[in-house]
């Protein structure tokens, strides 16, 4: 490819990738193997932690991450999905990849997706081969990180990530999510995410469940790999929880001693997390000769910030964030929010959601809550697969909600600002949690200004 057909400016760039959306979800491996052949390969040259779950995944490779770094490793972080800039995907030590790499990146993988297309039966790489392909170049040629913490788009099994060979596969938990690829029980899934388990790599997971464990178990002993279970070979307990902070025991197979650690995030599911990251970081230590002292570990925990998790954005009046965008995730945010709302606090729902996704089943999950809602606004965001605020206004009446709770707010941001203003002024016991698709939490968490925690430090 001549340089003047190369793109010159990084949106045209970001234009084109977006623009391979059109080619939808593909699920299977050739077109990634045939264009990682045409480039010798460099996938092979990089050490990786590959990350699958349902829930869970972005949390535990941020854990990983802030630990690695801790310990004086440089550390590479590809995720998915990303809230505000598109570079969020692919970071180098916490950093985004600048837009000239992605720019020349995508310059150089253009021409082969073309090809790609052209003299093979496969068609185009879709738009998440080709961020994963940048990342693979990003990382094999211009920041060349110690190790890479690389979490599965979707499933695993077929997933463009896979065509890695990791040092540790890690896969959190099992739950519906997807189902319209993965199949719709959860056996079918678990065997989907199976698929990142290969030959004598060992596999770290937070799963629990028999029927779930039993699909790991016999793909582990085709793949002659091990497996670390968690409440079997590695352990984690909470001790205690406020809002904005817990602490929690961990012990473990590869250690003589338990430690006591802290996390910023709240619920019970964070110190499974925390735990599963814990155990990924003791087979690094103990297989592959990493070395991390017991207080960078500390230390890495207790900094790990997640965004849009239970979040507190405004001390007073109370806003936390919390992107619920599933099942799963609304049950944790109505047990923390059981757990950890100071009684006498009100509370009032700001929710928005993808119209994809089972609305009233969500609401429904909120119900537990009912005693101590005093409002649900319901509204809509910019984004293409966002519900409008009638659907969702119905969504939340057939989930089992009063009319006279709710109320669809047109415009979010006028809403946040008169009732920020107002329940400043009368220094109340309202808190308000605005939950629903991650790319709202995303939209809300840039309209407030800092963070309540990043203000403080």
Known sequence: MHAEEGFVEYTEALDWLHGLLAFGQRPGLERMQWVLKELGHPERRVPFIHVAGTNGKGSTCAYLTQMLMEAGYSVGTFTSPYLIDFRERIRFNGNMISEEDLLQLVNEVKSLVTRCEQETEFGSPTEFEVITLIAILYYARVARPAVVVWETGLGGRLDSTNVVIPLVSVITNIGLDHTHVLGDNLVDIAREKAGIIKPGVPVVTGETRPEVLAVFQERVSQTHSTLYQFGKDFHGEQISEQLGEQQFRYRSIHRRHESTYRLTMNGGHQTDNASVALMTIDVLRNYFSFLLEEEELFRGLQQTRWPGRLEIVSPRPLVLLDGAHNQEGMEALVSSL??????????????????????????????????????????????????????????????GWEAELLDAVPDWRAFLLAWTKEKQAAKSDDCLVVCGSLYFIAQVRAFFPTTAEEAGE
């Open 338 to 399: 059981d757990r950890l709302l100071p009684q006498g606090k009100n509370l009032h729902l700001l929710f928005s959601g993808l119209a994809d996704k089972p609305l009233s089943q969500m609401a429904e999950t909120l119900i537990p809550l009912r005693s101590r809602m005093k409002s649900i606004h319901v509204t809509t965001f910019d984004f293409p697969r966002a519900a409008d605020a009638t659907a969702l206004h119905d969504a939340f009446q057939t989930g």
